[in-house]
């Protein structure tokens, strides 16, 4: 996830419920990595595979926070355009720990080009 996005919740926000808890807009396909504090047992029904999130069982987040320090990480993949996603604690989970949002670029979307090839070219020629 180096490079990616990044959108944390706050803790005061573990008893969030809600279809637009969080809004956004992405103007590219996303894949939206949502890291879910372990502690959170069965997630919510948005975010679950009924809810078209994918458990990643290979990949972690770990921090230096004690009882919080290991989260589980789910992804789905979003067209361009606005995203909502729901409160932590939506059923049925209980009292469920905060998530972390990551995004990276989807499949779908193109590479943004950031300067003309032939200038590049003139550059890496300069500098020989």
Known sequence: LKGATFIITAMDDEASKGRDFITFRVKVPVVIWLATDKR???PPKW???DGGW??????????NEGDTDIFVLRN???SAGKISL??????????APMYWVFLTRGSGA????TE?????WA?????R
């Open 40 to 42: 959170w047992g069965n």
């Open 47 to 49: 975010a679950s595979e």
């Open 54 to 63: 994918k458990e990643q069982p290979d990949y972690l987040v770990q921090t």
């Open 76 to 78: 789905k993949e979003f």
């Open 86 to 95: 729901s409160g932590n604690n939506d059923p049925p989970a209980n009292l």
């Open 110 to 113: 193109a590479v943004e080009a």
């Open 116 to 120: 003309k090839l032939t200038t590049t």
């Open 123 to 127: 550059k890496l020629k300069s500098n």
